[in-house]
């Protein structure tokens, strides 16, 4: 059974760090691009990141580039988002999502069930 | 706000159709494919259209999909309760640094 499973979530202030992962079964992780995508309390779905399958090519969206890091280890099918300088407007869940494809329009086929990232004074 | 502009909204009765516009630019819909998720509250979203106007295995074929332009749309034909979501179309942005983009959201009601 294909399934992405995120965990790491919780939380913290303003200004702190976190990492998320998210744990691949069910298919060949090293074969498919990965990303992130967060949404916001009672908000629409937001684009973080992704990383290509061969590590080589990596994007961010502006509203987190220089803050947060996506990674990824094919050897223990997971997946991971660093972020740090957190700030309030961050407060999410956080979604992992498998691209179906090579190409840069290929939608998410797979996702998990998401991870809860607040982040209160 | 969202790169891609949907209606916030649209509701139909049972058996009915509706469509949900998804309005982009050159740089988005005009030259990539466009996805459509489903999201039922409280539940992760789920792709029902790739490629502009295929389904993936399991979807209906009452959920249809089309581009034209720099517009795509989303066509739900026999509405049922269990199709009262919200939902996002989505594409790859090439502008810029490029990014991965989608729209604001259209929540669906069944009256």
């Known amino acids: 059974q294909v399934r992405l499973v995120e965990s790491g979530g919780g939380l913290l202030k303003p200004g702190g760090s976190l990492r998320l992962s998210c744990a691949a079964s069910g298919f060949t992780f090293s074969d498919y691009y990965m990303s992130w995508v967060r949404q916001a309390p009672g908000k629409g779905l937001e684009w973080i990141s992704y990383i290509s399958n061969d590590y080589t090519s990596i994007y961010y969206a502006a509203s987190v580039r220089g803050r947060f890091t996506i990674s990824r280890d094919n050897a223990q099918k997971s997946l991971f988002l660093h972020m740090n300088s957190l700030r309030v407007e961050d407060t999410a869940v956080y979604y992992c999502?498998?691209?179906?494809?090579?190409?840069?329009?290929?939608?998410?086929?797979?996702w998990g069930q998401g991870t809860m990232v607040t982040v209160s004074s | 706000q969202s790169v891609l502009t949907q209606p916030p909204s649209v509701s139909a009765a049972p058996g009915q159709s509706v469509t949900i516009s998804c309005s982009g630019s050159?740089?988005?819909?005009?030259?990539?494919?466009v996805s459509w998720y489903q999201q039922i509250p409280g539940t992760a979203p789920k792709i029902i259209i790739y490629d502009n106007d295929k389904r993936p295995s399991g979807i209906p074929d009452r959920f249809s999909g089309a581009k034209s332009g720099t517009s795509a749309t989303l066509g739900i034909a026999g509405l049922q309760t269990g199709d009262e979501a919200d939902y996002y179309c989505?594409?790859?942005?090439?502008?810029?640094?490029?990014?991965?983009?989608f729209g604001g959201g259209t929540k669906v009601t069944v009256l």
């Open positions: 989505g594409t790859w942005d090439g502008g810029l640094s490029g990014s991965w983009v």
């Open positions: 999502a498998r691209r179906s494809g090579r190409y840069q329009d290929d939608g998410f086929d797979i």
């Open positions: 050159g740089s988005n819909i005009g030259g990539n494919y």
